[in-house]
């Protein structure tokens, strides 16, 4: 143990996800040793994000105004919803430069063991942007893994009556891998999700 | 330094560091284990998706010490999939929830790590193969499991014979307190009067008699699926999280 404000800013920093105590000791002594004016600018980068950015009240993406970048965008195809887990998720399709069409960002998955329901995410707002019909196409893009999955599974059984477009991101073998590699789930879904070679 | 080898079923994962997790299985050996899987979130991972919840595997573990659990968390070193069950599950809402309150009751029936708890991990096993097959309603195989467990761990209900005095069944009265249904004699104050279709239901459940249980009527499966969760709380110190999420 150190001495008050020492301690302090270790358990602070211990906090954060994916630092572990000998982690937040080591970026404690790392703070204590570094210049005034880098310690100040990462104090203000820090308190500058939480005054300033808030969640876009369209899709609750990460925003500086009342709706995110993407939703300002008239560019920006209307007609088609990717929904992902988190903002990180925008941050990764935007980077495929593929995709044109608008977000949904749901800010977790269902998971009942940890507590959280249908209720404790952004589905009853998804809904709502579905309900005048004008969105064609829903592309279900939460993550690959088992709580990931069950959410899309939730998402494509209430949103069936509505008859639009439903997508799933294609799981399958990771591009520059070995085939002999891959798990047999994986595999699997590649196998399901295979296409036709149009040559 | 030693390696072990064990079947477990995956119950739980959490994020550990940047790309690591923490798995928590129920073994066949050797009862309720966490262990480290390095790397398991990159997408390249040896683990690929073997070490997601409900998988069946076969695992080896490297521990640090002469014993499997004692100096840190051992390291899971190499997985081969002996059924993977979480596709069948995940693809329907209902079995994925029914298949999590499961899994939660295993974890919370196994509070100490390392202990031996071959009839849970038993019961786990099959259940999970049940409900992967869709063969009965996923309410109907959790309750099912959920009587079963609570039968190996010693709270056996009764839906016949009378909880206290031994009176032959039926019973009409039912109290979670006394440990299933009891007499008029018997009867606390609280108990309540069940249908007797509901009390036949959970006889069946509790036997593996399917026919019994899948030719019941709705609105009985649903006052039995009541009073399951009732009697499991009452023997659980806190409840289950995933239970309210699972459908009717
Ligand atoms: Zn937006
Ligand atoms: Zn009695």
């Given at each position: 143990m150190y001495e008050g404000v020492v301690q302090d800013l270790i358990d602070e920093l211990g906090?954060?996800?994916?630092?572990?105590p000998k982690s937040a000791q080591r970026i404690a002594f790392h703070i204590l040793q570094a210049d005034p004016t880098d310690v100040r600018r990462l104090a203000h980068a820090l308190t500058e994000v939480k005054a300033k950015v808030r969640f876009c009240v369209v899709c609750g993406n990460v925003a500086?105004?009342?709706?995110?970048r993407v939703c300002q965008d008239?560019?920006?195809?209307?007609a088609v919803i990717c929904v992902v887990e988190e903002s990180k998720d925008v941050v990764a399709i935007e980077r495929t430069r593929e995709f044109r069409g608008r977000y949904h960002v749901l800010g977790g998955a269902i998971s009942p063991i940890e507590?959280?329901?249908?209720?404790?995410?952004?589905i009853r707002e998804l809904l709502g942007r579905l309900a005048?019909?004008?969105?064609?196409e829903l592309i279900?893009?939460?993550?690959?893994?088992l709580e990931g999955e069950a959410t899309a599974t939730y998402l494509a059984r209430m949103v069936k009556p509505m008859g639009l477009k439903v997508t799933r991101l294609a799981s399958g073998l990771p591009v520059g891998?070995?085939?002999?590699?891959?798990?047999e789930v994986t595999l699997g879904r590649a196998f399901e999700g295979r296409r036709l070679l149009d040559v | 330094m030693s390696l072990f080898r064990d079947d477990g079923v995956v119950l739980r994962t959490q994020k550990l560091g940047e790309a690591d997790r923490i798995i928590t299985l129920l073994t066949r050996q050797h009862g309720r284990v966490r262990a480290v899987a390095r790397g398991?979130?990159?997408?390249?991972?040896?683990f690929g998706a073997r070490l997601e919840p409900f998988s069946h595997v076969d695992v080896q573990f490297f521990a640090r010490?002469?014993?499997?659990?004692?100096?840190g968390l051992p390291l899971c070193t190499q997985v081969e999939t002996i059924a993977p069950h979480g596709g069948e599950i995940v693809g329907d809402y209902q079995r994925y929830t029914a298949g999590t309150a499961m899994l939660e009751t295993a974890e919370r029936f196994t509070?100490?790590?390392?202990?031996?708890?071959v009839q849970q991990y038993l019961l786990l096993v099959g259940a999970l193969r049940t409900l992967a097959a869709g063969t009965h309603e996923p309410r109907l195989v959790l309750d099912a499991f959920l009587l079963r467990s609570l039968a190996v761990n010693g709270y056996a209900p009764s839906f016949?014979?009378?909880?206290?005095?031994?009176?032959?069944?039926?019973?009409?009265f039912f109290s979670v307190a006394s440990g299933g249904t009891v007499c008029g004699d018997c009867r606390p104050p609280g108990s309540v009067v069940p249908s007797p279709e509901s009390l036949e239901l959970l006889g069946a459940l509790l036997a593996g008699d399917w026919a019994t249980a899948d030719a019941c009527e709705p609105r009985f499966s649903r006052e039995g699926s009541g009073m399951v969760a009732a009697y499991l709380q009452w023997h659980l110190e806190r409840g289950l999280r995933s239970l309210r999420y699972v459908e009717k």
């Open positions: 906090r954060l996800p994916g630092v572990g500086q105004d009342e709706r995110c008239p560019r920006r195809d209307p507590g959280v329901g249908p209720d404790d995410l952004r005048d019909g004008s969105v064609t279900l893009a939460t993550d690959p893994n891998g070995d085939l002999e590699y891959a798990d | 398991v979130r990159r997408t390249k991972s040896k010490g002469s014993e499997l659990l004692g100096r509070d100490s790590e390392g202990v031996p708890a016949d014979d009378c909880a206290r005095c031994g009176l032959p069944g039926p019973n009409r």
